[in-house]
T-cell receptor, first 109, second 115 residues
């Protein structure tokens, strides 16, 4: 089967750094994406890693280790508006994208 | 607003009825996806189009579901003989066909409620 595992909830305080992990087991792998979704909204793209290493985009960074089937999203200088659900997603060898169940991030003042 | 639109935004129907949803992707995007999302879960892949060709369809999708993209532009998703378990948010996403580029732009979704 194909599966992505990520924590269901994470809580952090404003200004802090939080890391959301994702491990995957899929029949094929092209790359790992991260999406943010606020309540009632649609998912919005944050980052994509096809190769091992760290990708940085402003306050957000994403890391991939293909040998470990593992990646993470790092959010720095947390703001209240970062409270949302975060999904990792694998682009498989076909045309399919498999999403994890999501990590709900609560940012406290 | 990502530039992807979906219609209707909400649909309430009775069990056994047929429903059809429409997605208008970003005009230059040749790749289009349909997903289903239930509360507390991630989007579940349903089907994928490259231009007008449907290249991938989830094995989880029953024969009651069909999708088209007749001219490689807008797409429709039809559910026949709806069941209460079909109640969910149906999301459409599109993206460019550039190799190594994977950003999908999601529409606002159609929320289906089957009574």
């Amino acid at each position: 089967g194909q599966s992505l595992e990520q924590p269901s909830e994470v809580t952090a305080v404003e200004g802090a750094i939080v890391q959301i992990n994702c491990t995957y087991q899929t029949s094929g792998f092209y790359g790992l994406s991260w999406y943010q979704q606020h309540d009632g909204g649609a998912p919005t793209f944050l980052s994509y890693n096809a190769l091992d290493g760290l990708e940085e985009t402003g306050r957000f960074s994403s890391f991939l280790s293909r040998s470990d089937s593992y990646g993470y999203l790092l959010l720095q200088e947390l703001q209240m508006k970062d409270s949302a659900s975060y999904f990792c997603a694998v682009s498989t060898g076909g045309f399919k994208t498999i999403f994890g169940a999501g990590t709900r991030l609560f940012v406290k003042a | 607003d990502t530039g992807v639109s979906q219609d209707p935004r909400h649909k309430i129907t009775k069990r056994g009825q047929n429903v059809t949803f429409r997605c208008d992707p970003i005009s230059e995007h040749n790749r289009l996806y349909w997903y289903r999302q239930t509360l507390g879960q991630g989007p579940e892949f349903l089907t994928y189009f490259q231009n007008e060709a449907q290249l991938e369809k989830s094995r989880l999708l029953s024969d009651r579901f069909s999708a088209e993209r007749p001219k490689g532009s807008f797409s429709t998703l039809e559910i026949q003989r709806t069941e209460q378990g079909d109640s969910a948010m149906y999301l459409c996403a599109s993206r460019e066909g550039l190799a190594g580029y994977n950003e999908q732009f999601f529409g606002p979704g159609t929320r289906l409620t089957v009574l």
